[in-house]
């Protein structure tokens, strides 16, 4: 994708009313000849800068890890806590649609299958190894969260369009240009047929209308 299609695609924005917040920027691809169905895309990726809006994440560890994920997660549930959440599915319910991602201690993966499994699961919030999000109990909770802050899901199963939060007014144009060629190149390598599964690109202000890149 040519870089100054994009730069142009954001100043067409820059018209756009202002609001009183600053608002988000989102990338939209519409994919074609491609049976979604048959081949869903779903991957992550690793952003060159952040995306302008904080990624809330949950820790689901044991002991080895509680402490160092309190001091960087949104919220820990400790394994001694588990079983609260199993005998009380409102509770695990809420749980799983306050965060953007939850990570886990590997070794306790079966039981948080089991706890967990159908309430993340429906959400496609599950610990998922692709995104770094499932530790070993001497981990580093701090690189994971931090690398989730910069990390976007690209994913499209039921529709042939993709759409995520790529940065934000108070970044800089050249950053904000940087995150939409990561995904988009990104997401061309994934594709069976690459840049020939693309069929629109668009680029929207939280608020606004969408923009041809």
């Known amino acids: 994708m040519d870089k100054e299609k994009v730069k142009k695609a954001l100043e067409e924005l820059k018209k756009s009313k202002e609001r009183k917040f600053k608002q988000k920027f989102d990338l939209i691809i519409i994919l074609k000849h491609l049976d979604i169905k048959k081949e869903p895309v779903d991957l992550f990726v690793l952003l060159p800068y952040s995306k302008g809006k904080k990624t809330s994440v949950c820790a689901l560890v044991g002991a080895e890890l509680t ?18 959440y ?48 499932i530790l070993p109990p001497n981990g580093n909770v701090k690189a994971v969260v931090d690398k989730l802050q910069k990390t ?27 995150n939409i060629l990561a995904v988009y190149n990104a997401l061309v390598r994934a594709l069976p047929n690459e840049d020939q599964n693309i069929g629109k690109v668009l680029l929207k202000k939280t608020m606004g209308k969408p923009v041809k890149v």
């Open 152 to 178: 976007v899901r690209v994913m499209a199963k039921t529709m042939p369009a993709v759409q995520v939060i790529i940065g934000s007014e108070e970044m800089k144009e050249e950053e904000v240009i940087d």
């Open 67 to 84: 402490e160092s994920a309190k001091a960087v997660c949104d919220e820990v549930v400790s394994e001694k806590d588990f079983n609260l």
């Open 86 to 133: 199993k005998d009380d599915p409102k509770k695990a319910k809420s749980l799983g649609r306050k965060y953007d991602y939850f990570i886990a201690q590997a070794d306790l993966m079966a039981k948080i299958a089991t706890i967990f499994g159908k309430i993340l699961g429906q959400r496609g919030k599950m610990p998922n190894p692709k995104a770094g999000c």
